[in-house]
């Protein structure tokens, strides 16, 4: 048996590996973080509950790869404070994120999470790391749908310019 032919979690992480894994780290940090402060600016009900799944969401990655780090002994990124409540209305309208804002936002950040987590899936030598980022990879996919649905329900989806070409119509 070779050293990466037993039990992955008793196989050492490679560099690639602590460096993705610590940086996705780092970035689940600060989007929670932003996805608490958007919770203030957030008027649209559906669009709270979105947000509020994804802070679930990160808060969850967020928990298993501080466990996998520490378990094989690399520092942990610093955590940004929790965000206070805050009523929208005391947000003035010209310092407020709108909620179209809010959730480009968010499926840019979906999108991001996506390829990361694919191509980090991609370098990985641990199955255990891979099948992590795969679970993590399932839930993006499954947040970025609805999301996608809630952008086309209320109209704040703004497509690229559409190509109805046909061969037939030249």
Same mark, same amino acid.
């Given at each position: ?37 958007? #919770? ?33 002994? $690399?520092? #942990? ?36 999470? #996506? ?27 499954? #947040?970025?749908?609805? $999301? ?23």
């Amino acid at each position: 048996m070779g050293i990466l032919s037993g039990n992955p979690t008793d196989e050492p992480m490679h560099y690639g590996e602590v460096f993705s894994t610590w940086s996705f780290l780092l970035t689940a940090k600060g989007l929670v973080a932003g996805y608490q402060t958007h #919770l203030n600016h957030t008027g649209d009900e559906d669009l709270y509950k979105l947000l509020e799944e994804a802070i679930n969401g990160g808060q969850q990655e967020i928990k298993q790869i501080e466990t996998l780090l520490k378990e094989n002994g $690399v520092g #942990l990124p610093p955590t940004p404070p929790e965000r206070p409540k805050a009523c929208l209305e005391d947000i003035p309208i010209g310092a407020r994120f709108q909620d179209p804002e809010i959730a480009a936002a968010l499926s840019m950040h979906i999108a991001q999470g #996506l390829v990361t987590c694919s191509s980090i899936i991609g370098q990985c030598v641990r199955e255990d790391i891979a099948m992590m980022f795969g679970q993590f990879h399932l839930q993006k996919a499954a #947040l970025a749908a609805k $999301v996608l649905r809630l952008n086309k329900e209320k109209g704040w989806l703004v497509p690229p310019p559409l190509h109805h070409y046909k061969a037939e119509d030249c």
